[in-house]
């Protein structure tokens, strides 16, 4: 606990954190064992930031995000809005809710098919009792890139373009004037040609109206498209993070190099063996020894290390905004 | 703006209405319960409580139909036609008031089970089995024996023993909503428990529970009649008393198939109709089933 | 392996590609009227290579994959001719199809999770073609199961397993020995990797290819990610409401795309690394066309963002653009006349 305690300060040194997540926990029982969906995560999105939070499916990156919303309690640790530990009263957390709101994957999903496009989008405002309910829901349509607003209004989802319902979601979201925006594969589900035009809406949005932003996302390419640092979630911990330009051209965790290697235009592929990740069945030492290509390699051994990745656990990264990676053999060779 | 919303409505109305007509079955059943209904509701305007008086029976004893009795008379001379007529009153309030009142707790406990999950939603749904295993014919007998007959009594000892059937349907459903991510994002924008409810899953509870109605409408009034065949009765004339008068004054032994025959074919007549329109809503109401067929 | 696979394998017309689609047209009926979902498509594929088939959703590149097994909904209309292995596929009957969707020609569809029984072993499922259309004994079948799971990379005790025992991208590679157990000469992918992770879509690319360089098996891929297929393709097709647009091979139509559209497509999966794409998210305007109610002209045009005055009242076709590649956009017409 010690040790976590000195990196919670390291975070408090940094001070622009908007949103942030201190030595965060979360588990789940699943089928009689706990699954540590979120095990010690430290991150920090600062105002007006794009962060672009990056693993596999099965990471943990979601639970993060639904916790960052207040919607998973953590099973230790916090998550801090403005400087202030999160309450879980309930008339606090709908406060928060105007705060920090959510875009999900499956825009049709997200959207109740019994209700028009106006009705989506005065949800929120409705909720909160917010004046001016029409001029709030017209202004939150345009600024989603639904101009103009009225001719949307008395739409049903069924009626929409995929961009366009993932636009009203974001309209949604925008109704309530939130400052952080946390959007979970925004475009997974959206065809190609539409994606571009979402990535760049969030991207105004940033410099119109502040916005921050934390990307979940499985795709290395939104990342380098859209953030301004990214986090490379593997196991319910943060395993590499930092600048987009430092960590995608020069990524030192190996499970990073690995999820770059796979790219298609990459010349040299990595393919990880063993085991998916399984959050009940951690492993000791480095949670990614089991299949760490410079460990299977030798690369580890050579440099003395491989016993180190084996057996000694690795220290939480802390939520600075400079490149760091938790990696015993990424630190011996720098 | 609401004018625009009113319209919309109408539109999906008519078009219900346009799918609805397609389903003989309902269209046929719907015409014979308005029927029904209205018979019942202008019966005082014709005829009053005394034709199922024994005093003012005043017809031949165990007449078969004729001209004059177009459905015969019973054992004390009363007409059969006008006694299943009064009747009608009795049975139809006992049907819609005991679905009534098992919707309305089915729904509560249905949507709260699925709702707030962890232990009161268990603890709701081990309350729902109970009542479900318990043979319900009995306890319904049991009930109106203890709470004594009265159309009121009727009512409570149906509706309490029917209600875990509609709280499991409804249940599953609000789970499957609940399971949509359009409830995350709702949660998201602040929604608290009533908002969730109400704005979504009931909207998506709604058409479900009005087919099932209709549906626990008619075996409302066969457990009516049920109970008033074995005994259990609200002292009123219903088509389920009558069946019990023919039993016990041997309609059979005097060949008076006719005072047996009528009120059990008005029963099956507007069971019938009930579960036609039940059915036919369904098959419009449910988007799984319209999507099958 | 007995007389039906032998049938399937009598060579069609000398010279000829393993598969001709020649000006296949497909046509849904619907209540509201007739929706066409290809229009007018012209392909052909060798032996031993891969066409990739890129679009969106509604561009009719997976009911053109559908089409050419016939295995689309009774309210859609065929048209045109598809010659799998010089054999008019619109024109057989009913048994010949049955022995050619196995033998001849087999699908890996997307979402592997529902192309399996839940309840039945995955051995058992992988063996059904072949008790099924009698191409083996059982116990000739049991090994044929092993020899297939170590083809695409899994251990023979697995085919004990039950699907829920396996991961995604085992599944799929389940998948995708299940096609490869009546031996076809092609295989058609329809968005085989969508569903999956990074990584695993990765594996079980490579596997596809290493399928194709070694086996000699032919490959028809599609996907809404250019970048995928230009990983596994020597050719690519790019549709787009119904049409093919774009055709070349796939690096070439990847990295220099003549028609606006397939650089639009190209774009929207950015390079990591390349500076031009950062903070720079490149999409289209506007949505895909409905196809009820298609723009008149190049179907393109209202998204185009090179579009000239007579885009809206031109007929597009495929003109050259190139070495061995065609666009239908008329500025590749006018550049290719001027030079």
């Known amino acids: 606990m010690t040790e976590t305690q000195t ?51 099965g990471c943990g990156k979601t639970t993060l995000a639904r916790t960052l919303l207040g919607l998973e309690r953590p099973t230790s640790g916090e998550v801090r809005y403005g400087g202030a530990p999160l309450s879980y009263s309930s008339r606090a957390l709908k406060d928060y809710r105007r705060q920090v709101q959510l875009v999900l994957q499956d825009p049709m999903g997200s959207l109740n098919p019994r209700h028009t496009v106006y009705e989506a989008v005065a949800e929120g405002p409705r909720i909160h009792g917010l004046p001016d309910e029409r001029e ?23 009626e929409l373009s995929g961009g366009q319902r993932q636009r009203v979601v974001i309209a949604g979201a925008l109704a309530l004037d939130p400052k952080v925006l946390i959007a979970d594969e925004p475009v997974a589900s959206l065809d190609a040609s539409v994606r571009g035009e979402i990535l760049a809406l969030l991207l105004r949005l940033r410099s119109e109206l502040g916005l921050s932003a934390l990307v979940v996302t499985h795709d290395l390419g939104l990342a380098w498209n859209i953030a301004d640092r990214v986090a490379v979630m593997y196991l319910g911990r943060i395993v590499e993070s930092g600048p987009v330009e430092q960590v995608l051209t020069a990524p030192r965790h190996p499970y990073t190099q690995a999820l770059m290697s796979v790219l298609p235009e990459s010349p040299e592929r990595v393919v990880l063996t063993g085991e998916p990740p399984d959050p009940t069945r951690i492993p000791g030492g480095c949670r990614f020894h089991a299949r760490c290509q410079v460990l299977a390699s030798g690369q580890a051994a050579e440099a003395g290390v491989d016993a180190r990745c084996r057996g000694e656990l690795l220290d939480i990264l802390p939520a600075v905004p400079e490149a760091q990676t938790a990696c015993h053999y990424a630190a011996t060779t720098t | 703006m609401t004018s625009v919303s009113t319209a919309r409505r109408r539109l999906a109305l008519s078009r219900f209405w346009a799918e609805f007509r397609h389903h003989r079955g309902g269209v046929i059943g719907l015409v014979v319960l308005v029927a029904a209904v209205l018979l019942a509701l202008v019966a005082p305007l014709f005829i009053s409580e005394n034709v199922t008086s024994v005093i003012e029976g005043v017809g031949e004893k165990w007449a078969p139909p004729s001209l004059s009795e177009p459905f015969g008379t019973d054992e004390s001379g009363r007409s059969i036609l006008l006694m299943v007529w009064w009747g009608s009153r009795t049975s139809l309030l006992i049907g819609f008031l005991a679905a009534l009142l098992s919707i309305v707790i089915g729904l509560v406990v249905g949507v709260a089970a699925g709702h707030f999950r962890g232990w009161p939603g268990a603890a709701l749904m081990r309350v729902t089995d109970w009542f479900l295993v318990l043979p319900s014919l009995v306890t319904a007998l049991v009930l109106a024996a203890v709470l004594g007959g009265s159309t009121f009594t009727i009512i ?26 359009y409830i995350e994002r709702s949660k998201a924008l602040g929604a608290g428990h009533w908002h969730i409810t109400t704005r979504h899953v009931l909207p998506n509870v709604a058409p479900l529970l009005l087919a099932s109605t209709t549906l626990e409408v008619a075996s409302a009034i066969v457990t009516e009649s049920t109970l008033a065949f074995l005994g259990a009765s609200s002292n009123k004339t219903s088509w389920g008393t009558m069946l019990r008068a023919s039993y016990d004054f041997g309609a059979a032994n005097e060949g008076a198939w006719w005072y047996i025959l009528i009120p059990g074919l008005a029963i099956l007549v507007v069971v019938m109709a009930f579960t036609l329109v039940g059915r036919a809503l369904e098959a419009v109401l449910n988007p799984r089933l319209r999507r099958a067929a | 392996m007995s007389e039906t696979t032998q049938q399937a394998r009598q060579p069609g017309t000398p010279g000829a590609g393993l598969l001709e689609l020649d000006d296949v047209s497909v046509t849904y009926r619907i209540a509201a009227g007739e929706v066409p979902a290809v229009r007018g498509v012209s392909l052909t594929l060798g032996s031993g290579s891969a066409l990739g088939i890129a679009g969106e959703s509604g561009s009719g590149k997976s009911t053109l994959a559908m089409a050419l097994l016939r295995l689309l909904p009774k309210d859609a209309r065929i048209g045109g001719r598809i010659l799998l292995d010089g054999e008019d596929v619109l024109a057989m009957k009913w048994g010949r199809l049955r022995a050619v969707r196995w033998a001849g020609a087999s699908i890996v569809f997307q979402g592997a999770q529902h192309g399996l029984n839940p309840v039945r072993r995955i051995g058992d499922q992988i063996a059904e073609p072949l008790l099924v259309h009698d191409l083996a004994r059982p116990e000739a079948a049991r090994k044929r199961v092993a020899e297939l799971l170590d083809q695409v990379g899994l251990p023979a005790w697995r085919a004990r397993s039950y699907p829920h025992e396996l991961s995604g991208g085992q599944r799929q590679r389940v998948m995708i020995a299940m096609a490869l157990a009546c031996a076809p000469k092609l295989i058609i992918a329809d968005e085989p990797t969508t569903a999956l992770d990074v990584m695993v879509q990765a594996q079980v690319l490579t596997l596809i290819k290493e399928l194709v360089a070694e086996h000699g098996i032919s490959l028809i891929m599609i996907s809404h990610d250019l970048s995928v297929l230009a990983d596994v393709c020597d050719r690519l097709a790019v549709m787009y409401a119904g049409r093919v647009i774009e055709h070349g091979p796939s690096a070439e139509v990847f990295h220099a795309a003549r028609h606006p559209y397939s650089r639009a497509l190209a774009a929207a999966f950015p390079t990591v690394g390349d500076p031009a794409s950062r903070m720079a998210p490149r999409g289209l305007g506007g949505d895909p066309p409905d196809p009820m109610r298609l723009p008149g002209g190049c179907s393109f045009h209202p998204r185009c963002p090179v579009a000239l005055d007579g885009c809206a009242s031109l007929d597009v076709e495929l003109w050259p653009a190139g070495p061995d590649r065609t666009a239908a956009c008329v500025h590749v017409r006018e550049k290719e006349e001027a030079s």
């Open chain 1, 7 to 57: 990196t919670a300060e390291a975070v408090a040194t940094t001070g622009r954190a908007l949103l942030e997540a201190r030595d965060l926990h979360v588990q789940f029982s699943s089928r009689g064992r706990r699954a540590r969906a979120v095990d010690g995560v430290n991150l920090a999105v600062g105002a007006g930031e794009i962060v672009a939070l990056v693993g596999e499916s």
């Open chain 1, 136 to 158: 709030i829901v017209t202004t939150a349509l345009s600024r989603a890139g639904l101009r103009p607003p009225d001719r949307f209004f008395l739409r049903y989802p069924h």
């Open chain 2, 156 to 181: 409570m000892a149906i509706g309490i023993t029917t209600w875990p059937a509609t709280a499991r349907l409804i249940r599953a459903q609000t789970l499957a909503v609940e399971a949509r991510p």
